[in-house]
């Protein structure tokens, strides 16, 4: 199937590794013109050198910490100076720090709604006139299973991230007539440094190794496996595409059936 994502101009928050990165792996592979965006200046720099070797895709690479406004603001100014346009918003974030319900500081707090609520109503905000001019466009959230069912140690990302989706559903009323498209992608047991620290972090609270921790995500999946990044990233390329041309408004689980809710 032919996604017609060729020239596309997708821009992609958190890219320099996990998620983010197989997201513009595959992104670029399908032939669209990147922009990635990051912290962290020389990990960006070097996926980026990666994907235009492998693809030969046009990447621009954009330094910058997106829980500040003004750096968002300065990312969708130079992704359009640079292409013209943008067609495609892939936001996606660090996660909140771990922390339990009872216990949360207000400074974890404060953290994890700048950087897993405010985040998205930013980069949404700030792309929505430029998709417009374009006839419409795609935005794609990555959220975390945490939406459906609790994590231990995640009561933030639950929290905040529950509110992307709420914002989403109602972005997708307001916009879906100007042609834009807003879809939730909500990752489970994906071997990310993300999960790994989570990992980790788990099973040094219980007394356990990082491996039997490993095993005990896998077991707890229909599939019996831990998934690969990239296997979430073919459903945003898809979501990005023209052949998603009647979905919005959506959340969607990429967790090897981790989560066991009849409806989601």
């Not at 821009?11 to 590794?17: K, M, N, R």
């Not at 070797?53 to 990447?59: C, K, M």
């Not at 999946?221 to 979905?247: H, N, Q």
Request: hydrophobic letters at 40%; charged letters at 20%.
């Amino acid at each position: 199937m032919d996604l017609e994502l060729q020239g596309k101009v997708a821009v992609i928050g958190g890219a320099s590794q996990g998620l983010g990165k197989a997201c513009a792996d595959v992104l670029a592979e399908e032939g669209a013109k990147l922009v990635m965006c990051s912290r962290t200046k020389d990990t960006l720099d070097k996926a980026a050198e990666e994907i235009r070797d492998s693809t030969g895709a046009e990447v621009l690479s954009f330094a910058g910490d997106l829980e500040d406004y003004d750096t968002i603001k300065e990312l969708i100014n130079t992704a359009v100076s640079h292409y013209g346009k943008i067609d495609i918003m892939v936001n996606n974030s660090g996660g909140p720090p771990l922390a339990r319900s009872f216990n949360a500081t207000e400074e974890q707090w404060e953290t994890a709604v700048q950087r897993s609520l405010f985040f998205f109503a930013r980069m949404s905000r700030e792309a929505i006139p430029h998709l417009k001019e374009q006839g419409g466009g795609r935005i794609i959230n990555i959220l975390a299973s945490s939406v459906y069912q609790p994590i231990p140690n995640l009561a933030l990302s639950g929290a905040t991230r529950m509110g992307v989706v709420a914002f989403a559903k109602s972005l997708s009323d307001e916009v879906g007539k100007d042609g834009i498209l807003i879809n939730n992608v909500c990752p489970g047991s994906i071997l990310t440094e993300r999960m790994l620290s989570n990992v980790t972090n788990r099973a040094n609270e219980l007394g356990t190794s990082v491996e039997d921790g490993l095993a005990a995500r896998a077991s707890e999946t229909a599939v019996g496996r831990i998934g690969d990044p990239k296997e979430l990233a073919y459903l945003v390329a898809f979501l990005a595409s023209s052949r998603s041309s009647y979905i919005t408004g959506t959340t969607m689980l990429v967790d090897g059936g981790l989560v066991r809710s009849v409806l989601s």
